[in-house]
């Protein structure tokens, strides 16, 4: 069954990085488009980061554009979020999410994707 797996995340001074991983099972990545959404404590879900199915085309929402990069390794199953120059804003459960298609990702809401993760804490504090 479709199944994914954050690691990566804990407790980084502003200014530092981190990478999450997000591990699937149950489909390739050929085929599905991976998002990366937060939530912080008292707001809305939000998007961060999506890749979309066949070519891995990239998309940033803007609160992370040039900071974040999202890339992944298909012979691992594996998507990966660099974070650079984190901010206390960044504070969030980060969980990544998947459905099947979708080669340009940026129209996707979090309503869109069907399995998600459980998430990994991320903690941007001095």
């Known amino acids: 069954q479709v199944q994914l797996v954050e690691s990566g995340g804990g407790l980084v001074q502003p200014g530092g990085s981190l990478r999450l991983s997000c591990a699937a099972s149950?489909?390739?990545?050929?085929?599905?488009?991976i998002g990366w959404f937060r939530k912080a404590p008292g707001k809305e879900r939000e998007g961060v980061s999506c890749i979309g199915s066949g070519d891995g085309t990239p998309y940033y929402w803007d609160s992370v554009k040039g900071r974040f990069t999202v890339s992944r390794d298909k012979a691992n199953n594996t998507v990966y979020l660099q974070m650079d120059h984190l901010k206390p804003e960044d504070t969030a459960v980060y969980s990544c999410?998947?459905?099947?298609?979708?080669?340009?990702?940026?129209?996707?809401?979090?309503?869109?994707?069907?399995?998600w993760g459980q998430g990994t804490q991320v903690t941007v504090s001095s």
């Open positions: 999410a998947t459905r099947r298609g979708g080669s340009y990702c940026s129209h996707l809401t979090r309503y869109m994707y069907d399995y």
């Open positions: 149950g489909f390739t990545l050929d085929y599905h488009t």
